[in-house]
């Protein structure tokens, strides 16, 4: 007990005299002339805690000032005509003062520089983890040399990975910009070219500019960092190609089991998905009203949802327009495109034309980084449901009763009817279950992209296209078209811009179905020709 | 029906010559006057009927359903507007000898080389029909020739018109970007906002109506106009039988683009724009409605149906500006379960039954794909 208190006493002391150096070298600023002033601001900025760095910003930005009466070091806002001052060292608010109680210590452009390094360096030894990697950030950006010893001794105190490694580069960008031998100079290049990353090719190719060995590494190093940087942007259009694919994917699954089922292509399918993006908003304003805790359950709530609204529908429209039609695709077409203009026209008079917003619940927002690529939550997600959406529909289909008398329907729809299967039944429910699938297609949908009356109509040609090309009533020849799909369009992006790449896969696909006219994946079988 | 043809083109033809004098020689008092408003609108109408008709010859006689023939429509529209742009000459707002307007807003030092020729208008006359035509004839040789038919064949072309749309709403492409093509001054060097030329314009396009009414009358009733049909209802039979399908089809198709193409041509100078919204699916789409409403398959119905459904368009959007598309909706839904055969279809069979009259049993009535 003793100890302890002798320990808390020895604290209060140590502090105390801490502060009286503190306010002694802050009030040393207000004493000296311009050219002692840089001496002033490194001794400052040697002392600990977060004081230097607050005083050393207010002087960079012009807010410090010399109290005439007892020479006191304030920081002053200007407020009226007169200024309210504060006591940097306590942080006590002073009372206002007229202009003429104070003067400003005045700096000028080759101070601000030492300033900076001085306050990077003082930031550097401060206890919060997080305003030390940016003060070892800000360093590594503005690469001086002077504030080498200030980035070794923090290196040396540093226990966090992160704040260590960005440290240990803020050290090799400051070596670069310093006098130091070549050896030297090569050890931080290889450090910076070991990142591989987009931020370090300035500094390298201030270095490369010059002559010397150092000179030639980091030449090579930069060569080396483009080349990795050349293979993460082409995983970057990957990823971007799969997740453009996965929402192809997600919009197209229903319509290729439906036109393999019945022969019938759907042009309400879009549609459907916009059901159940509105169904999301609709939920999702329900939960904001009245439960707001739930918001982050808010799509899990609405996929059943969605799914029930998509599916109701869907059999309506299977009974009204569908049945009665059957057999005549091309009129089934012609009615379903009207079903799909007074959907539209419907939501649009109930919800408005203009786009609705659906949130992201928390963890679906955000992104992360695997190298130097940037994936955002949603988007994963995204890929992700859809995946499970596939292998669901793929359960569905091979390891249920329903999913065998369907891929009979499928094959051949006399001989299934003739061995008893209820072909019209079959029918129905596939459609309830494709429209469903639609419904909650359009949940994921409503993350990434507007939800609008329009929302479907973006989708449906698209889904036709992987449809066509994937060919009918195979779900693996939808995933593979979707997945082709999506990824050409990305990689064609950045030569041929958006536009034209999707032309170009729209053309790639009127010359495709030349070839295979049943699509990538045909059905085996005899068939009619239908 | 072949009666039935002869009266409708005499009646368009009469109506050619009539509309003009009521409007331009009847004083604005009396009760027979055709306001000056009224002259382009019923001239666009009858630009939706020929385009109708030509859809018709594809679907109603060669069972092509094409969801893409506002591609062509535009296409010649465009050809068009391209002349039209080219005589504004100095009169533009930058004044430029050669470049339209759009061309010097976006810094473009020359004119491109698929723009020469068209400051002349029978080489524009041409094109009109040459390029609609050309993209038919390809696209048709591909997918016929492959076999690519039902529902595949209209997915397809309305990808076609759906590539065309995004194409031609690119700035560099040189065809005005999403703005399209307008503020025409003159056509042949007559003044295009004058009241007789918007007369004439409306004479000219109805008395198109009417030849094209009277050659597809012809062709129709050709040894080719009914292996057309044997096409649309039996198109394997057909082909067992001896005849070259892919052949037969694309002469239905390649014409049926040409006539798009002068429809849009005519409908541009009266519209007085033409710009990418043309391409769009959905006016592809509505086509097809106008020549399902009237009945295809026979030749007077899309006219019908294309100035019908147009008319209540009209009405409908300046009326009840939020029912038009839950009205065209209902009539997409109406038309194809309850009148498949369209007004024109439904009469015909309706007059056939009454014994009295021996009348021509029409060689319409699509048969449903039943054989499926």
Request: glycine fraction near 10%; include cysteine.
């Amino acid at each position: 007990m003793r100890r302890l208190i002798a320990a808390f006493l020895i604290l209060i002391f140590a502090s105390t005299a801490a502060v009286a150096d503190l306010r002694e070298s802050v009030n040393a600023l207000g004493k000296v002339k311009l050219d002692g002033l840089e001496e002033a601001i490194k001794t400052l900025a040697a002392q600990p805690g977060e004081v230097p760095a607050k005083v050393l910003g207010a002087l960079g930005e012009g807010d410090l000032y010399v109290r005439k009466s007892d020479g006191l070091v304030v920081i002053a806002e200007e407020a009226g005509g007169a200024f309210n001052l504060t006591d940097p060292v306590s942080g006590e608010e002073l009372g206002q003062a007229a202009k003429s109680d104070v003067s400003r210590i005045r700096i000028n452009n080759a101070l601000r520089r030492v300033i900076r390094a001085a306050a990077g360096g003082s930031a550097l030894a401060s206890p919060d983890a997080a305003k030390r990697l940016e003060a070892a950030q800000a360093v590594f950006k503005s690469r001086d040399a002077a504030a080498l010893p200030a980035l070794d001794e923090a290196l040396a105190k540093e226990t966090d990975p992160q704040v260590k490694s960005a440290l240990e580069l803020a050290r090799a960008s400051a070596l670069l910009a310093s006098s130091a031998t070549d050896e030297v100079k090569e050890a931080a290049i290889a450090t910076l070219a070991a990142t591989g990353s987009r931020d370090v090719l300035p500094i390298l190719s201030t270095t490369a500019e010059g002559s010397g060995p150092a000179a030639l590494a980091a030449q090579q190093a930069i060569s080396e960092i483009e080349t990795t940087l050349a293979y993460w942007s082409m995983a970057q259009n990957v990823w971007f190609g799969i997740s453009l694919g996965s929402v192809l994917l997600l919009a197209a699954i229903g319509l290729a089991i439906t036109f393999g089922v019945m022969g019938v292509i759907n042009m309400a399918h879009g549609e459907m998905v916009m059901l159940g993006a509105y169904t999301t908003f609709v939920v999702q304003e329900v939960i904001r009203t009245s439960f707001p805790g739930l918001f982050d359950w808010s799509l899990l709530i609405a996929l059943p949802l969605a799914f029930l609204v998509a599916a109701l529908m869907g059999i309506l429209i299977e009974r009204i327009v569908i049945r009665p039609l059957y057999g005549r695709p091309l009129e089934t077409l012609l009615a379903t495109w009207g079903v799909s203009l007074i959907l539209q026209q419907a939501i649009r008079m109930i919800f408005g034309p203009t786009n609705r917003e659906v949130g992201n619940p928390s963890w679906a927002s955000g992104a992360f980084e695997i190298g130097q690529m940037s994936i955002t939550y949603n988007r994963l997600w995204l890929v992700l449901f859809s995946l499970a959406v596939f292998a669901g529909l793929y359960l569905l289909l091979n390891k249920t009763s329903f999913g065998l008398q369907l891929r009979a329907v499928t094959q051949n729809r006399r001989m299934a009817s003739a061995i008893g299967i209820k072909t019209p039944w079959v029918g129905a429910l596939t459609f309830a279950v494709r429209s469903g699938i639609a419904g909650i297609a359009g949940v994921g949908l409503s993350q990434i992209d507007n939800v609008s009356p329009d929302l479907g109509q973006s989708y449906i040609i698209d889904s036709f296209m992987v449809v066509v090309f994937g060919g009918v009533g195979n779900l693996w020849g939808t995933l593979v078209a979707a997945m082709t799909l999506g990824i050409v369009n990305k990689f064609l992006e950045p030569f041929a811009g958006a536009v034209l790449a999707k032309i170009l896969v729209l053309v790639f696909i009127i010359l495709f179905i030349q070839k295979r006219p049943r699509g990538l994946f045909a059905l085996k079988g005899r068939f009619v020709d239908a | 029906m072949r009666r039935l043809t002869y009266i409708a083109a005499a009646l368009i033809a009469a109506i050619a010559l009539l509309v003009p004098v009521l409007n331009l020689w009847v004083p604005p008092d009396s009760p027979f006057h055709v306001p000056d408003y009224l002259v382009p609108l019923l001239g666009k109408y009858l630009c939706f009927a020929i385009l109708a008709l030509a859809l018709d010859l594809a679907w109603g006689y060669c069972g092509i359903l094409s969801l893409g023939h506002g591609a062509f429509f535009a296409l010649g529209g465009y050809a068009m507007g391209m002349y039209l742009m080219r005589q504004i000459g100095t009169r533009g707002v930058y004044a430029h000898p050669v470049l339209p307007d759009f061309m010097v807003f976006l810094n473009w030092k020359e004119l491109p080389w698929y723009w020469y020729g068209f400051d002349m208008f029978w080489f524009a006359a041409i094109m009109v029909m040459l390029v609609p035509g050309l993209l038919a004839f390809v696209f048709g040789w591909f997918a016929f020739r492959s076999r690519v038919t039902g529902v595949y064949l209209s997915i397809i072309t309305q990808a076609l018109t759906y590539a065309l749309l995004l194409a031609f709403f690119r700035n560099d492409m040189g065809f005005g970007g999403n703005n399209g093509l307008t503020d025409f001054k003159d056509i042949l060097g007559f003044n295009i906002q004058a009241q007789s030329t918007r007369a004439v314009l409306f004479a000219v396009t109805a008395l198109i109506l009417a030849g094209f009414l009277l050659m597809l009358q012809y062709v129709v009733m050709s040894r080719l106009g009914k292996v057309m049909v044997a096409v649309r209802d039996a198109e394997s039979r057909t082909r067992f039988i001896g005849y070259r399908v892919e052949h037969v089809k694309l002469f239905a198709f390649t014409l049926s683009a040409v006539m798009a193409g002068i429809a849009g041509a005519l409908y541009v100078p009266q519209v007085g724009i033409i710009n990418p919204g043309e391409f769009s699916p959905a006016n592809s789409i509505e086509i097809v409605i106008w020549t399902a409403v009237g009945g295809r398959g026979t030749l007077v119905g899309p006219i019908i149906g294309a100035l019908a459904v147009n008319s209540g368009k009209s009405y409908f959007t300046a009326a009840f500006p939020d029912m038009w598309l839950l009205v065209l909706g209902a009539l997409f839904v109406c038309v194809t379960l309850f009148l498949p055969k369209g007004i024109v279809g439904t009469l015909a069979e309706w007059m056939a039954k009454r014994p009295a009259k021996k009348t021509h049993v029409p060689a319409t009535a699509p048969a449903t794909e039943a054989a499926q």
